[in-house]
């Protein structure tokens, strides 16, 4: 479970994100809605320790883990899935899933089944695996990206916008497998600008709007406010 | 056709040489993004440590050379610590420039501890081979050899363990690396480290058949960034091809036609290959 109290975060002195409150608890799916520039990428690196918040705290399962470095939470079991994928594009696809399990590079039996795993989620990607990951279409970059994430074995990952850039097919692929993944146990953190798609597998949500929450609740409760449907169901 | 095969045999050695030192300005160029100009006086000061191992400890040639890897390996990990971290946040002209100060710093130690001039080391193994009726020096063929092997191991440190990985991670995206929990100071100092070990071998195996001088360096330095800027900043295949590329040229040319066309070959090679592919041969993207 994440609890995130009062968190902000700036770039360069000038403030993106202002005490901002979330909870995402375990094996559920929370979505973040907002709009491009709303500040749902900056919430997520704030978290994986990318980015230094400049205030506020970030609780992963009753620990403290603000002042973090991203090695040390993607070990306690947070994984983030970053907007535009950052794969290692001349590597394989193989190398860069085993790259995804660098932190548990120590226990080879653990790895080889997260291997199997990936696979077994994105058979496609076990097809292409000697292959550059450059070299991929757009949304199996995305299943290697997500692939890669998962081989950290998280029990809460973080995905920034899977659906970027992809076609509404393989958009609808993306999604069945967050569901799938979500099923498995692994709580799920989604930003979307995509509200629809991601209202209807998420369980609660937030909209953010520069730099704050501007609404929360259920799913359910956010599919039916007049708000959400005038911004971003195009009702 | 004798003539030939000498002078291919002296290219391939010079290849070797190059190739080690480019590879070395080459990594630490693709981790942290810029250009070490202290590299030239890093191998200035492996040649003068391999001297030292040699004539003074009293070292067997191979283990001498290997001691000043590793001391120059130890080195990396303090400028990296010292010079360069402290640095990680700053745009790259000052991590230039604090590689400028490291040269200087560098060569006057060696000319306060060896003095300005030249030294001469005594050639460690003697005799000549004749392959295809040239005479080719066994240093000659110990540089070959042990260049291809370290070329090997290199390899397969970047394929197949876990800090090469790192390594050719953070070289292809800094996010990523980050986000799967990689280290970047970490690796940071071992690239330093490989990059001057590298660097130390490929002085020790050059020192018995040039002179040693607080400048050796400097036309080092030239030839292997021109090498690195062929073969495509940041890439390992780029700096291999372009160092035994640039050394062929250097070596015929300077045969075929004059001395002074051999320096030349190298710039002339560079400018028509930057002319068809300002990228260089494996080079992707430049901006950084
Ligand atoms: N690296 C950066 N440097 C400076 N400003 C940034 C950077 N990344 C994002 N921003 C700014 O921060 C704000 C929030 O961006 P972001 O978190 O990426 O929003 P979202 O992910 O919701 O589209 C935007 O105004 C954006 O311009
Ligand atoms: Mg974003």
Redesign the pocket.
């Known amino acids: 479970m994440i609890t995130i109290t009062g968190l902000s975060a700036s ?2 002195a ?1 403030d ?1 994100l202002h005490a901002v409150d979330i909870t995402a608890n375990d094996g559920e799916l929370t979505v973040i809605l ?10 997520f690196k704030a978290m994986s320790g990318v980015l230094r918040p400049t205030a506020g705290q970030v609780e992963f399962n009753g620990e403290d883990i603000t002042r973090s470095s991203p090695a040390g939470i993607v070990k306690k079991g947070l994984a983030h899935c970053p ?1 535009g994928r950052h794969l290692f594009p001349q590597m394989s696809v193989e190398k860069n899933l085993m790259l995804g399990a660098y932190v548990r590079r120590g226990d080879k039996k653990r790895v080889k089944a997260l291997l199997e795993r990936s696979y077994e989620l994105f058979p496609i990607l076990h097809e292409k695996r000697k292959q550059a990951a450059g070299s991929l279409s757009g949304g199996q970059q995305q299943m290697v990206a997500i692939g890669r994430s998962l081989m950290s074995d998280p029990t809460m990952l973080i995905l ?2 899977p659906s970027m850039g992809l076609a509404p097919l393989i958009t609808q692929q993306v999604f069945d497998t967050i569901v799938e993944i979500n099923k498995e146990g692994i709580g799920v953190l989604l ?1 979307e600008q995509n509200a629809n798609s991601a209202l209807q597998i998420a369980t609660s949500g937030y909209v ?1 709007a520069e ?1 704050r929450v501007v609404l929360s609740g259920t799913a359910k409760e956010l599919q039916n406010d007049p708000r959400v449907q005038r911004a971003y169901l195009g009702v | 056709m004798t003539l030939f095969v000498q002078q291919l045999a002296n290219g391939l050695a010079l290849g070797g040489i190059y190739c080690l030192a480019a590879i070395g300005l080459t990594l630490v160029f693709g981790v942290l993004g810029f250009p070490n100009l202290a590299h030239g006086a890093l191998y200035m000061l492996g040649a003068y440590l391999t001297f030292f191992f040699l004539t003074d400890v009293g070292l067997p040639y191979v283990v001498a050379i290997l001691a000043a890897a590793v001391v120059l390996a130890f080195l990396g990990v303090v400028l990296e610590r010292l010079v360069f971290h402290p640095l990680r946040n700053s745009p790259h002209t000052h991590h230039m420039i604090a590689t400028v100060g490291v040269m200087f710093f560098l060569v006057a130690v060696v000319q306060e501890i060896w003095g300005t001039g030249f030294l001469r080391m005594e050639s460690p193994v003697n005799g000549q081979v004749s392959v295809a009726g040239a005479q080719v020096s066994w240093q000659r063929i110990i540089i070959i050899v042990t260049a291809v092997v370290v070329l090997l191991l290199l390899t397969w440190f970047l394929k197949r363990s876990p800090h090469g990985q790192a390594i050719e991670a953070i070289e292809q995206d800094r996010t990523g690396a980050a986000l799967v929990g990689i280290n970047p100071s970490m690796v940071s100092m071992v690239t330093f480290a490989v990059s001057l070990a590298l660097v130390a071998i490929a002085a020790g195996l050059v020192a018995p058949i040039n002179l040693l001088s607080p400048g050796m360096g400097d036309s080092l330095s030239l030839t292997v960034f021109a090498i690195i800027i062929l073969g495509g900043l940041g890439s390992l295949p780029g700096a291999i091809i372009g160092g035994f590329t640039i050394a062929i040229a250097e070596v015929m040319a300077a045969t075929y036609i004059s001395v002074g066309a051999g320096e030349a070959a190298i710039f002339i090679i560079l400018i028509a290959v930057l002319a068809i592919k300002p990228t260089g041969i494996f080079g992707t993207v430049t901006q950084r």
């Open positions: 770039y360069d000038v993106v907002g709009a491009n520039g709303s500040g749902k990428s900056t919430l907007e920034d916008e930003a953010l730099g």
